[in-house]
């Protein structure tokens, strides 16, 4: 019975915090984006609502922050130099997991809500993105390239971090909108939402997923080109005689 009580006594504490522990209910507009003929990007609405234990908002201040991120892949970033008038390919680096796509909105500039221990466990910025290089390269000239690759991304619009960008209502509900630009690749993207209170994580959420496709005929060109590459080339080689022959013959005519 002793044990038994000692027991007892020791899980109080881990289900009462259990207990205070607020729960995020988080959604987005559309779970699914097309791609089509004439397609210049979409926006994104990811709201959601804090439930608090019973029923109660803390005392203080809460922050969030929405991150949306695109299927990893492998990237070899490569450096042009100008070598005698011609540009080359110079140096390169390996990276093995790079998000096809990185967004995070936040109610605050992250650098006011979370330091940087937790900024890099969960990720957060553009800053504390773990690209894993690969291989035997100089700290310093790895950080370059991975700067490099950061700031390409992010001039393409693949990379965007937006601080203020999530309003958040009584406490309550939260809302914040992520542009998704034309030239993102197709795959399944996670929505993940944290709630931040006196610098800690207290919750993260990243059950919601988007799924970006391509329909219509740019999906049976997408398909051809994977599958079938053979018919695919000697179709583009046929279009573009026809094309030649045709322009050649307009011309003669005229």
């Given amino acids: 019975m002793r044990l038994l009580f000692t027991l007892l006594l020791m899980l109080l504490p881990v289900a009462a915090h259990a207990q205070a522990t ?14 089509q003929s004439g397609f210049t990007g979409a926006e994104l609405l990811l709201f959601g609502a804090i439930i608090y234990p019973r029923g109660v908002a803390p005392e203080g201040q809460v922050d969030v922050a929405v991150v949306l991120r695109g299927p990893t892949r ?15 390919n110079a140096d390169s680096s390996d990276f093995r997991s790079v998000p096809a796509y990185y967004a995070i909105a936040s109610s605050r ?21 773990q690209l894993s290089p690969s291989g035997e390269v100089d700290a310093k000239e790895q950080r370059r390239f991975s700067n490099g690759l950061v700031d390409l991304k992010r001039r393409g619009g ?30 399944t993207y996670t929505a993940e939402t944290l709630l931040i209170r006196n610098g800690r994580v207290i919750v993260a959420d990243d059950n919601v997923e988007v799924r970006v496709r ?39 005519r005229l």
Avoid at 111 to 128: F, H, M, R, S
Avoid at 220 to 235: H, R
């Fill in 22 to 35: 607020p729960k995020l209910v988080p959604d987005v507009s559309q779970r699914q984006i097309d791609i």
């Fill in 74 to 88: 492998p990237i070899t970033l490569r450096e042009k130099q100008k070598i005698a008038g011609i540009w080359i």
């Fill in 109 to 129: 500039p992250l650098d006011t809500i979370v330091d940087d221990k937790t900024a890099a466990i969960y990720e957060l910025g553009l800053d504390n993105l």
């Fill in 158 to 187: 693949l990379f965007r971090q937006e601080a203020g960008s999530v309003n958040i209502t009584d406490q309550v509900l939260y809302r914040a909108r992520l542009y998704v630009p034309s030239s993102v690749p197709v795959g």
């Fill in 214 to 252: 391509k329909t219509g005929f740019e999906q049976l060109v997408s398909i051809l080109a994977q599958d079938y590459s053979l018919f695919y080339g000697a179709m583009a080689v046929l279009v573009s005689l026809l094309l030649g022959w045709f322009a050649g013959y307009v011309f003669q």
